[in-house]
């Protein structure tokens, strides 16, 4: 029931640009705790993700998706 692109079924959506896909040059944000700075990259190219039918990112910011909407993977099986 996954990876199909029709009514009721569950996949994972990523809308970029082929031509401009790729990441910014690093940036410092200074938003730790403690005023701590850290580096960040943006997603150039990409106009939107989507997990499972739900817009977590529209090409400049991220949302915080509902409860069931998917998960962060922290590691990878192989």
Do not use: C
């Not at 009514?7 to 959506?13: I, Q, R, S, Y």
């Not at 990259?41 to 993700?49: D, Q, Y």
Request: charged share 20%.
């Amino acid at each position: 029931g996954r990876g199909m692109i029709a009514p009721g079924k569950w996949a994972d959506l990523l809308l970029f640009d082929p031509a401009k896909v790729g990441i910014s040059a690093l940036a410092k944000a200074k938003d730790l705790p403690g005023g701590g700075t850290r580096m960040l990259r943006s997603p150039l190219g990409v106009h939107g993700v989507w997990v499972n039918g739900l817009r977590v990112f529209d090409g400049v910011k991220y949302s915080s998706p509902p409860d069931g909407a998917g998960q962060v993977l922290r590691a990878f099986e192989s």
